[in-house]
């Protein structure tokens, strides 16, 4: 039930220096295309050795450099698609920053709002901003991961009750505890601040969170085959949980995978998106400055709803019931990397991920 990857440490400075597929100055045209077709083939290779369950991408400057499937060893049986969708658990967070930056942007909130404006009834409201929410310095519990044990996480939810009865659980479970330190004095890692911040959203906008995502990010990105837990998690697209894990499926619980981690999507979407922010397409350049600053320098290096780094890279991992996910930018590279997986083996995505920037640097 997790939803940040624990490898993304160590991954990452790994992939920060690729230069994905890009052809060396005297390359005729036919000398690229024969060189990506061999990147093609061999990370096909790669992924079948190592009986990887999922999908990667690589683009460069908006073309696609190499892009396979699994076909071997998928818990549901047979082959998947590049164009099968995945949850990507954490990943939501940046959709859900963008959002907030877009209210920003129409002066309907600010991120030096305090949190007793949208919440008048938390107790630390009047201590907390929308702004320490975004950095992960709120000091506000993580509601998914601090329960004592996943029994009494799921017992939080019923199974069969509506998205508000779920999202009430989760906010009153949030609201009954205290601080674990000071708003702004330190950063921790808490899914709690984009589950409120997903709720500021739609407070501010007076739209649903997910119609709101549609409306403003999706559709204009023509992501069509992207959504939330809520209209997806049937979806026949799907590429189906790994059930020998013995997990409940959070995503079939309405309201308990919400902007903090319920988003589903493919390989091809991600990569709009990612290309979307180099190019301005959706935030302004101003609000993407200020969403991939550095505000925790001293140990995570986040920013809103991504981690950043002081090479350019801008990246977040995800983890919901057992898909895994990370997406990896380089904007002023044109450079992106998405690799999702339907079995939670976390290993396997790091290994694989790091193997994919040897081939394609």
């Known amino acids: 039930m997790k ?7 160590a991954i990452i400075p790994a992939l920060i220096f690729s230069s994905c597929g890009t052809p060396a100055p005297d390359n005729t045209e036919t000398t690229a295309q024969a060189s990506a077709s061999d990147m093609q083939t061999q990370l096909e290779e790669m992924m079948k050795e190592q009986k990887f369950n999922g999908v990667v991408r690589v683009s460069k400057n908006g073309v696609v450099v190499c892009e396979a499937a699994s076909v071997h060893n998928n818990p549901g ?6 164009d099968d969708q995945f949850a990507v658990g954490s990943v939501t967070k940046q959709f859900t920053a963008a959002c907030v930056m877009l209210l920003k942007e129409e002066n ?3 991120v030096d709002d305090t949190v007793d404006k949208y919440y008048p009834e938390y107790k630390y409201g009047d201590k907390i901003t929308v702004k320490n929410l975004l950095t992960m310095r709120s000091g506000i ?10 029994e009494e996480f799921m017992n939080r939810y019923d199974a069969d009750g509506s998205e508000e009865a779920n999202r009430k659980a989760t906010r009153d479970w ?16 808490s899914n709690s601040n984009y589950f409120m911040l997903a709720e500021i959203v739609e407070k501010a906008s007076g739209e649903r969170y997910r119609d709101f995502l549609r409306e403003r990010i999706l559709a204009p990105l023509g992501m069509n085959d992207t959504g939330v837990a809520e209209e997806l998690h049937d979806s026949d697209r799907l590429a189906p949980r790994d059930d020998s894990s013995g997990d409940f499926s959070e995503l079939e ?14 390989a091809a979407d991600m990569d709009k998106w990612l290309t979307s922010l180099r190019e301005n397409t959706i935030l302004s350049a101003e609000s993407f400055m200020e969403m991939t600053a550095d505000y925790s320098p001293e140990s995570k290096h986040y ?3 991504v981690f950043v780094n002081n090479n350019g890279a801008v990246y977040h991992g995800g983890q919901v019931d057992t898909y895994v996910t990370m997406v990896f930018t380089v904007p002023s590279e044109g450079y992106n990397l998405s690799a999702f997986s339907n079995k939670n083996e976390f290993g396997k995505l790091e290994t694989l991920a790091s193997k994919v920037k040897a081939l394609t640097r």
Not at 3 to 9: G, H, N, T, Y
Not at 77 to 82: E, R, Y
Request: charged residues 25%; negative net charge; without cysteine.
């Open 141 to 150: 519990r993580d509601y998914v991961n601090d329960p004592d044990s996943e």
């Open 108 to 110: 309907k909130l600010s």
């Open 3 to 9: 939803r940040v990857l624990i490898f993304i440490s």
């Open 174 to 189: 949030i609201f009954s505890k205290e601080l674990d330190f000071e708003p702004d004095s330190r950063y921790a890692y």
């Open 303 to 305: 920013g809103y709803g």
């Open 77 to 82: 049986g047979g082959a998947l698609s590049v």
């Open 253 to 266: 619980i309405r309201g308990a995978a919400f902007g903090d981690g319920g988003i589903i999507s493919t």
